[in-house]
C-alpha cells in the first residue's frame, strides 16, 4: 500500500524566501503549494475594500462568513497559488503595500486565525501540502512530517521585497520597505495568538546570501529517497 503523501511546512519572516522555496519543492514532491499569507492578504483586502477596520468584530465575522462562499484558492500551472473572489482573479493587489500593512492587524484576530487554521486544514487533510506561512508548523500543522523555518538578515529580506515590488510597479523606497519588513515582523513576533516562532522539531535554514537551487537542495536532503509522491494540480477541499 502506498503512504499518503506527506504534509510540509515553510514557515519564517517576511522576505525569507519561503513562497519560493515552498513553491520548488511542491513541484519536486509533486504536492500542492499553500501560500496561507494570501489567505490574510484576501482578507485584509476584502475588509480595506469595504472599510472595514480590525476594531469592528462583527463586521469582520460577517466578511469572513462572506468570504467562506467567495473565497477561493488556485492552483496555477506556474506552481503559483492564485486567489479569486467571486470568481475575479485578486492576485496581484494582495501585494499592495495597504494590503501588505493591514494584513498583520487582521491576522491577529482570534476570529480570523480560526477560521483560516479550518481552511488550511481542509487543505492538508489529505496530504500532498507544501504549506507556507508563520504558524504552520506551530499550530495548523503541527504533526506535518518535515518542517523547516526559513530566515535571512532584514536587510537581504528588505532588499528581496523592495526589488519584488518595484517589479511590480509599486513605487516604494528601500528605507520603507526595511522599516515594513520590521515592523511586520515586529507585530508577527509579539502577537499573543499564534506567534511567529520555529517548531521546536523545525529544520532552520537561513538563505542570506544563498543561491536558491542551492537552498532547496539543503532542504531536499532532509527528505528519504522514497518520500510519497502527490500529483499536484486543481485539488480542493
Ligand atoms: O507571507 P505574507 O507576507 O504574504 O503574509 C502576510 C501577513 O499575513 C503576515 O505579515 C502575517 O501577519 C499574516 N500571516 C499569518 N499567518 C500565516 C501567514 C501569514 O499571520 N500563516
Known amino acids: 500500500m502506498s503512504e499518503k503523501p506527506w504534509v510540509v511546512t515553510v514557515d519564517g519572516p517576511a522576505g525569507a524566501g519561503k513562497s519560493t522555496l515552498a513553491r520548488l519543492l511542491a513541484a519536486k514532491l509533486g504536492y500542492l503549494y499553500l501560500d496561507t499569507g494570501a489567505m490574510y492578504r484576501a482578507v485584509a ?113 528588505a532588499r528581496r521585497r523592495y526589488r519584488q515590488l518595484r517589479r511590480q510597479g509599486f513605487a516604494v523606497t528601500f528605507d520603507e520597505v526595511l522599516k515594513e519588513v520590521l515592523e511586520r515582523d515586529r507585530q508577527d513576533e509579539n502577537r499573543e495568538l499564534a506567534p511567529l516562532k520555529p517548531a521546536p522539531d523545525a529544520i532552520l535554514v537561513d538563505t542570506t546570501g544563498a543561491k536558491v537551487q542551492e537552498t532547496v537542495r539543503r532542504m531536499w536532503s532532509y527528505f528519504p529517497r522514497h518520500v510519497p509522491r502527490g500529483v499536484a494540480g486543481g485539488r480542493r477541499p
Open 45 to 157: 483586502w476584502a475588509a480595506l475594500r469595504r472599510g472595514i477596520g480590525p476594531e469592528d468584530e462583527t463586521a469582520v465575522e460577517e466578511l469572513l462568513q462572506e468570504l467562506k462562499a467567495t473565497l477561493t484558492l488556485v492552483p496555477a500551472k506556474d506552481g503559483r497559488c492564485r486567489v479569486k473572489v467571486e470568481g475575479r482573479d485578486v492576485t496581484a493587489q494582495l501585494r499592495s503595500p495597504e494590503v501588505t500593512r493591514a494584513a498583520p492587524l487582521f491576522a491577529q484576530m482570534p476570529q480570523v486565525r480560526k477560521t483560516l487554521t479550518e481552511w488550511q486544514r481542509a487543505w492538508g487533510e489529505k496530504g500532498g501540502v507544501v504549506a507556507d506561512g508563520r504558524d504552520m508548523g506551530t499550530q495548523v500543522f503541527p504533526w506535518a512530517q518535515r518542517k523547516f523555518f526559513v530566515t535571512a538578515s532584514p536587510h537581504e529580506r
